[in-house]
Structures are given as C-alpha cells and as structure tokens.
C-alpha cells in the first residue's frame, strides 16, 4: 500500500490550524497533527483516522466537533500523511500513537477535559490505548471490529471466498511478520478494560463489522456508553449518511459524556 496521503487541510473547510509534531516515542517515529484552537479553552477533541487513510479524512467531523467550542487536534497515525514511516498493525502499535498523542494534546493546551474520536482502526486503536491507561473524558467510537480474525473473514466472505483457512493463514503470517498476536486483537478484547464514557456509532449495513458485532462490543464496555445504528450506512462514518442527526448525537455526549446509559438508537 502506498502512503496515504493527505489532500485537504483545514483551511478547505474554513478553519485556521497550526502544524504540529507530536515527539517520537519509543520505536514509533514522529506524528504530524493538525491543531485548531477552539472557543472552549477548557476542551480539546483529538481526532484518528482508519486504516488506509489519514487525518484530512476527518475534515468534516473535525469542523462539526470544533463547531461545539472544543479545540482540535487531527493526528495522522505512523505511516500516513506527515507523520513519519512504520509499517501498519492495524492498531496494535497505533495505540502507541494515541497515548502520545493525547498527552501532547494536554501539555499543549493544559485542557481540563479530553475525548478522543476514531474511525474504524483508529476506535480500535483507542481502545486498546485506553486498556493500557490513557486516560480521557470521553471516547467517541465509529464502526470498530470486534476482532481482526472475524473482520479478515468477512472480507473474504463478501467476495466469495472461504474464509477458512485462508483468513487464519493470512493472520497468522502477519502477525509473524509484525511481531503481535493478531487472534487476540480487537475491540471485544479492550472493551471490557475501558471504564472512560463511550459513544459506540456504526452502520447496520456495514459488511465487515455485523450490528450484532458492535452490539457485543457495547455489552462489554465497562462504563457509561450510548450506542447508535445508523440505519443504511456500511463500513464508514454515520456522519455520511445524515449529519444533522450525527452533530446532535456527538454534541450531547460532549456535553454530558456521564449521561446515564441511553437506550440503541437506530437512525
């Protein structure tokens, strides 16, 4: 895969922003970030990205979020965009990048309340993060996989090819590659560890993560959370398929992360 780069900056989207760079830490190399001051000095969100992507992806979920009075903070992980190269693990190692991350985003703007927003490998990879101790106000989470074996063997599975042995084959040999255990990666592996207030957001059409999926990741979420099925939506972000509906949900949690748990909702 070549390098994905990013295509757009802030000011697309009529947002002033700084470049910054988030120091490397241990073996993982440096990360560019964008960073938008917000009205709400007390308040900063810190936005990743998914697998193959990077943090322009988040243009227009960094603009609503910033919307809300949060300052932004729009990281690309290792390997994508400005950031420096390292081979991906499909959040494995990003989680590396999520801790320094989110302690840069502090010493930054000494903001008094954090939440983390990811897509897709980036919500895996801030779950995993959290498991291991960062700590946050609120984690805002879009179509994460429950497992890596289980989403591999849906990808087969939608182009017509036995899963197995062909998804355990290809897993085992990169993780022999990469050097981690990829049969014990995924959200349901983190979840129950997390204790920080989650918005858990997926589509109930996405073809690599099943709404029962997503619901057994809820269940095993530790503290406050709210799930929300965006009806007709695959494996993306439900603000694709009405932002109205996803501003007002992400702006209540923001708001009031400690709301009791909310009943499903589906769009």
Known sequence: MAK????????????????????????????????????DTATIAVLFHGHGGSKSELLRHGRRIHAMGPAVLMVDFAGSGGSGDAPFTIGVRESEDVRAATAYARALTGARRVYLYGLSMGAVAILKSAAEGTASDGIILECPFDSLLTTVEHRFETVGLPAFPAAHALLFWGGLQLGFNPFRHGALTYAPHVREPVLLMAGDRDPWVTPEETRHIFDALGGS????????VGHASCLSSDSARWTTIVGEFVANPLAENAPSLTQ
């Open 225 to 232: 959370k709210r799930l929300y099925l965006c009806g007709g």
């Open 4 to 39: 994905p780069r990013n295509d757009r900056s802030p000011l697309d989207v009529g947002l002033g922003f700084q470049r910054h760079i988030v120091p490397a830490e241990g073996s993982r190399p440096p990360l560019e970030a964008w960073f938008i001051p917000g009205a």
